[in-house]
Each structure stands twice: as C-alpha cells, then as structure tokens.
C-alpha cells in the first residue's frame, strides 16, 4: 500500500511516519510537507534513506502538485495545519490559507481519483467546558473559540461535506492535546522542558488551572492506524489521554519533580487572548469500536519525554529562538 502523508516533516506526521514504517515496513510512504517552520527534515533525517520513503516539498494548496500525488497513493493522510494559537493570535490568515483551502485542494485530488482521505482534527473545534463537568464526544456541536479551532472546524466539515455529497471514502480523528519527540519547542509541555533546562523559569498562563486532556503520540499513531485498518468509512473517532482534569499548574509541577527541581521555578505570565478553559475527552467510541486504549499512564509518557529532550538539545537547540521571538510578540 502507498500512502501520501501531509505535513510530515511536523510533530505529530513524523512520528507517524517512524510509527507506519516500523509497524508497516512492506508498505510506501510519500511525504509532502512545504517546511514551513514547524516542519523540520531533522525529524526524519534516520529514514530519509529508507527505499520506502519519498520526500516531496510542496505545498498542499499547489493543485498540480496534490493532484499528482494523491493520483499515485492509495491513502491520503492529511496532517499538515498550521496549528499553534500563539501564532493564531498574530497571524489568522496563514491559518485559514492551510486549514480550510490546503484541505480543499486535496479533497479535490481525492475525490477526482476516489481515494481514501484520512483527515487528523483536533478536539479544539469544540469549543471548551466547564472546570467542574462534562466531555467532548463525537456528538458535541462545534463551537471554536480561536482562528486555529474555527478553521480546524472548517476543515472537518468540508470532509464530511465530500463523503456525503460524493461518496469520497473518507474518516475524521478528532484529537486531544498532544506530546513526546518532535515537538516544536514552542508548544506548552516541550517549551516547559527546554525552558528548565536552560535555567528557566516554566511560564504559566493565567492562574494555570487551564485543563487539557494530554494524548502522548505514539498513542495517537496506535489509533490512526487502527482506524485507518479498521475504521468505519464516514466515522470520526475522538482520541484522547488518560489525564482528564489535570490542569497546566499540575502537570508543570510533574516536570519539575521529574528534573529534580523547586517549585519557585514557576513564572505566571499575561494569559493569552481567548485562552480556552477546559478540555476533556471521552474516548469510549474507538474503545469499544476498535479496541484502542493509551499504552501508558502520563506520568510514564511524561517521564519518557524528559528524557527526550533532555538527550536531544542537538535537535531542539536550533529551534528555541524562533520561538522564543514569537512569544516575545505575544507579551509572554
């Protein structure tokens, strides 16, 4: 089987790119990503020879390009989104660019050679909860909050739109918040990590009691598979962690215990604009439908992933003051 995958050279699409190649070595992988910042051939420099893997550099709104690939795939998996609020805040239209017109012009290519179309979402496109009750399931209406969740959003109805119109074979993942290697130093778990150890403070937004239920992606690559293999064609399955209601205050006091420091570590920042409450996910349907559970409890994944980044400043090094610039725009 050959799959084209969008956005590989990103966090999340390269760890499933090793996943997919380690579990599925017979089959071929092609990778299209454009490298903006969050895409880095770093991530994939210990595969780039592998015979079964083909990098292209393009951009996913390029229709001669899309049209071209997904002729010669079998499976479309679309990862590639812009994806970080921060940057949502300064910039909305990159988002709405990627997210809603990217998605369009390979759904285009899709359904112009019927392909499977496996579309990566976010739990976002829901809105957020209350600190004190409820979860998203797969019938929670859509309510973004953010230029990121409301072109996510965007983005999932127009896969559905295609399944229902044309009967383009399509599936949603719906995911939680996640983590682990690969990830860009700016998001909130790696940034916490990098910042301590180059003798940082950890920045909290806010009172910190922000909720978000935490997916370690190796977990996440497990579900993909298992819908893309099993899954029911028209479904979305929502993917989650096992860390319901632990909030950023929380999980920035498990780093510090994990790397043996103070608590006085903590530096409480302006809150971001929009800044979504709670999130919480009930994963029972890919449960019960597929079998899909975490591997790991978060203390193990969060354990394993200090590690990570504390064995590889060769790779994150690099991208620190990038992102350090963007949060400087933002006040933080």
Known sequence: ??????????????????????????????????????????????????????????????????????????????????????????????????????????????????????????????????????????????????????????????????????????????CSNNYGPYQHPEKFISRMITNLIDGENIKIYGDGKYVRDWLHVQDHCRAIDLVLTSGKIGETYLVGGMTEDINNLTVAHFILQLMNLKEDRIEFVKDRLGHDRRYAVDWTKINKDLGWEPEHSFSKWLKETVEWYKNNESWWRPLKDEAEATYKKTGQ
């Open 1 to 174: 089987m050959k799959l084209l995958i969008t956005g590989g050279a990103g966090f999340i699409g390269s760890n499933f790119i090793h996943y997919w190649l380690e579990h599925h070595p017979e089959d071929q992988i092609v990778n299209l990503d454009v490298l903006t910042y969050a895409g880095n051939p770093a991530n994939l420099a210990d595969v780039a020879n592998n015979p079964n893997y083909t990098f292209v550099k393009g951009d996913i709104r390029d229709a001669e390009i899309a049209n071209k690939l997904v002729k010669a795939a079998d499976i479309v998996v679309h990862f590639a989104a812009e994806s970080h609020n921060d940057r949502a805040v300064l910039d909305p239209g990159i988002f709405v660019e990627t997210n809603i017109n990217g998605t369009f012009k390979l759904l285009e290519a899709a359904r112009q050679n019927n392909k499977r179309f496996h579309h990566i979402s976010t739990d976002e496109v829901f809105g957020h909860l209350p600190l004190d009750e409820g979860t998203f399931t797969e019938e929670t209406p859509y309510a973004p909050r953010s230029a990121y969740s409301a072109s996510k959003a965007a983005s999932d109805h127009l896969v559905r739109a295609f399944n229902i119109t044309y009967g383009l074979p399509v599936t949603i993942t719906n």
